[in-house]
């Protein structure tokens, strides 16, 4: 089963931009659903953006227009760009995969995925 390990997250004044890897192992994403979601302290986890194998691509509301989703060629890494960084923005990033094959079609739903990375932090400061 492929499984996934996120890095680059760090501290960022906000305005600043951070770029997001999830790189996949024991196999590649050619046949997943893939998303980025994040969790604050004393928060749910949320989704933040969903790819779909074709390309689609889906946005958390509060992060449209300033969060780009996207992967490499060979659909071993995901990226998520984190631009115009804000406070809110603080929390634990989470990659997750889930076999097409069993996609319920709900991108920012953690229960329509079933493979996690363990996270990396982000931390905005104003």
């Known amino acids: 089963q492929v499984r996934l390990m996120e890095s680059g997250g760090g501290s960022m004044q906000a305005g600043g931009s951070l770029r997001l890897s999830c790189a996949a192992s024991g196999g590649t994403l050619i046949n997943h659903h893939t998303a980025w979601f994040r969790q604050a302290p004393g928060k749910e986890r949320e989704g933040v953006a969903g790819l779909g194998p074709y390309g689609f691509t889906v946005y958390a509301e509060s992060v449209e227009g300033r969060f780009i989703v996207s992967r490499d060629s060979a659909r071993i890494t995901l990226f998520l760009y984190l631009n115009d960084l804000k406070p809110e923005d603080t929390a634990t990033y989470y990659c997750?995969?889930?076999?097409?094959?069993?996609?319920?079609?709900?991108?920012?739903?953690?229960?329509?995925?079933?493979?996690w990375g363990r996270g990396t932090q982000v931390t905005v400061t104003s």
């Open positions: 997750a995969a889930a076999l097409s094959s069993r996609f319920r079609g709900a991108y920012l739903v953690p229960s329509s995925y079933e493979i």
